[in-house]
């Protein structure tokens, strides 16, 4: 164990743990936090012991639901981990994390290597520019291959994975890895790594790995290039100075291996995320949205940005990331979003549902204060004489939707309080109430999130609550366009009127709303002009087809008139309201639902039965790969065809059957 303080930003690590769900994210978290002596004995999520999955539904369903932050020390690196969820419900708890990290360690299963939602939270990781190091676990499983996990990365994910460990032993036998960089055995004998030379065995193919990794490296790193040419074999200080810089910058991948389970790799895995991912300092500074940057530095002006917020049985809790200056207990601190100020009364070090209050936090610190009543996800905090707005992480739309009422008649307004509470903490969830029926209709990403909201409501709220069958959101959109519609809008009341002449087209686009003017001459000014667009927003709402929000067209603005006394912003806004509405209900309009890609994985010889009810599911069959003794499809199927499906797979392959799914965006319905 080598456990010391960390002193400077380039000690920190900010650090994320992304993978598919199962593929053991949550128990490579647990062995860091034994090893680097965060907690005094390991954690199993089988047992319902571990540290990050505290919430009583993440232990009852044995996944990680909510991400949570814990912090540990190694070798004089403070490392803040977020073990994030796995499941594709819970994909935006992933996006709000990779919004405040510096690096990622994504996890693979060692026999199924790439799967659909690793491949998901890779690709979002791409979006923010994270760079990650690659850990292949399960290697003592039967059936798991290194080489193939790797392959499959390489095919998938990246270019160029960098494969710096050899397996001593196959499936049960797995006993350690050969460090290819050091050339020395890593074994693990009751859970204590020994060191020592690379058994005889395994030395000739691990001179040739090691000659592989070399060249790899060399084609992607100009100074590793250099010695490689010059010298026989490129030095382990050259080789690691070059896998860092191509971590930062995205253009190798450092693969390691090991099993989890078995505490076996751990070790080599954080020596590889403290040498190889980057510090606060490494990443470039943080930039406001009017463009201007702050360094990660603890003397500049503060900011820091929430990115979760939970209620506690303590109180509320605003989880930041400190992107520059120092924040102290006592502070005043201005939301830049709002313009209010809030105190910090509180600031406290995370360690999962465990906290330790400290004086104060500097840049590139993850801490939870207690204070602010107002932060939301994506607030901005900042100093009050030094204002800066930072980019919230993006929120997906929901996708599915249930009615929920309170059993209780007099519950309603508690409800009502509840529901506000779960839409705050998680922003991926939408609270409304449907017009027609006056019922209250909770939306979020899928079936199992709106399970997990509605535990909430019973477990935390004690709230006595039925909830409705699911239903997809639909949308609309325009199959076949409309060009020319001319538009009046006149109305006289006495005193000043309205005018407003517009014409416009609507055509189809693949996705979303396109707002263009092609006016000339100045027959619409330029701000009648944006008052038309926001109006064309506003009647995207609602679709002539059944009132579902409308997306995938493009509106030209082509001509218009206006008249001297009676036009204004808020006569051209309506018109272009009207106008649009008008031209929807002209148009051959298309209803859209959303699909997902599912992938099931059963034995060869139950193949058939769940080919043919995929296809009865109305399903696309878009591939079928053999794997081990078991067929892995993969299909295109509508979301509202999907729910119940975990039931029926089980009952069609005896329980041996699997699948996931990921969203696949729109089709026709």
């Known amino acids: ?44 999520v089988h047992d319902g012991t571990t540290v990050t999955d505290f919430d009583p539904q993440e232990r009852d369903r044995g996944i990680t639901i909510f991400a949570a932050a814990v912090s540990c020390e190694w070798d004089g690196h403070r490392i803040n981990l977020i073990d994030t969820p796995g499941h594709v419900d819970f994909s935006d708890e992933v996006e709000r994390s990779l919004r405040v990290l510096d690096g990622a360690i994504a996890v693979f299963d060692g026999v199924a290597g790439v799967e659909p939602q690793s491949e998901s939270v890779w690709r979002r990781a791409d979006r923010h520019g994270v760079p990650r190091i690659a850990f292949v676990n399960k290697l003592d499983r039967a059936g798991a291959d290194l080489d193939a996990a790797v392959e499959s990365i390489r095919r998938r994910l990246h270019p160029a994975p960098l494969v710096v460990q050899l397996p001593i032993g196959r499936e049960d036998g797995f006993a350690g890895v050969v460090d290819l960089l050091a050339m020395r055995a890593l074994v693990w004998d009751g859970g204590v790594l020994e060191a020592g030379p690379v058994p005889g065995q395994l030395l000739e193919e691990a001179r040739r790995r090691r000659r592989v990794l070399e060249e790899a490296v060399a084609e992607l790193h100009p100074g590793a290039l250099e010695e490689f040419c010059a010298e026989p074999s490129v030095s382990e200080a050259t080789l690691v100075a070059a896998l860092r810089e191509l971590t ?24 590889a995320a403290v040498r190889y991912l980057p510090s ?23 900011a820091a940005l929430a990115f979760k917020v939970s209620a506690t049985a303590t109180g509320r809790l605003t989880y930041l990331r400190i992107y520059s200056g120092t924040m102290r207990k006592g502070d005043t601190v201005l ?28 840049a590139g610190d993850i801490v939870a204060v207690v204070g602010p009543k107002a932060a939301r996800t994506g607030t901005t905090l900042c100093a009050p004489d030094d204002p800066l707005l930072l980019e919230p992480p993006g929120a997906t739309e929901p996708v599915v939707s249930v009615a929920v009422e309170a059993r209780r008649g007099t519950d309603g307004d508690r409800l009502a309080a509840a529901l506000a509470r779960l839409a705050e903490e998680d922003p991926s969830l939408a609270v409304r109430t449907d017009a027609e029926t006056g019922q209250t209709v909770l939306s979020g990403m899928g079936e199992l999130h709106l399970e997990v909201a509605a535990e909430k409501l019973r477990r935390e709220h004690r709230l006595a609550v039925s909830v409705g069958r699911p239903q997809v959101a639909l949308r609309e959109t325009v199959g076949r366009g409309v060009s020319g519609l001319l538009y009046r809008h006149v109305k006289q009341d006495g005193g000043a009127g309205q005018f ?58 082509s001509d218009g008139a206006t008249h001297v006394k009676d036009s204004s912003e808020l006569a051209f806004r309506a018109a272009g309201r009207l106008a649009l509405r008008e031209a929807l209900r002209r148009c051959a309009m298309v209803l859209l639902e959303p699909v997902v890609e599912v992938t099931v994985t059963v034995p060869d010889e139950m193949a058939g039965g769940v080919l043919g009810d995929l296809s009865a599911r109305r399903g696309r069959i878009s591939g079928s ?36 799914t990921r969203p696949a965006g729109y089709a026709p319905a």
């Open 1 to 44: 164990m080598r456990a010391h303080v960390a002193n400077t930003l380039h000690d920190i690590r900010n650090l994320g743990i992304l993978a598919h769900v199962d593929a053991g994210k949550t128990t490579v978290t647990e062995r860091m936090l034994y090893l680097t002596g965060a907690t005094y004995k390991r954690g199993e």
């Open 248 to 271: 930062g910058s995205g253009a190798g991948l450092v693969v390691l291996c090991g099993s989890a389970y078995r505490d076996r790799g751990i070790e080599p895995l954080l020596d």
């Open 280 to 302: 606060p300092l490494d990443v470039p500074a943080v930039r406001g949205q009017d463009g201007q940057r702050r360094p990660a530095d603890p003397g500049a002006p503060l």
């Open 335 to 362: 939301d830049a979003g709002t313009g209010r100020t809030e105190r910090i009364a509180r600031i406290l070090r995370v360690q999962a549902d465990r906290h330790a209050e400290t004086d104060q936090a500097v």
């Open 500 to 557: 407003a002449h517009v014409v416009i087209d609507v055509e189809p686009q693949d996705e979303g709303f396109a707002f263009v003017s092609a006016v000339t001459g100045g027959r619409v000014p330029r701000e009648y002009v944006r008052a038309v667009e926001a109006g064309c927003r506003e009647a995207l709402s609602d679709g002539p087809l059944g009132g579902h929000p409308v997306t995938g067209l493009r509106v030209t603005l």
């Open 625 to 660: 790969e053999a794997r081990a003794g078991a067929v892995v499809i993969t299909a295109v199927v509508p979301l509202s065809e999907v729910f119940g499906y975990a039931t029926r797979l089980r009952s069609r392959t005896q329980g041996r059957g699997t699948f996931t």
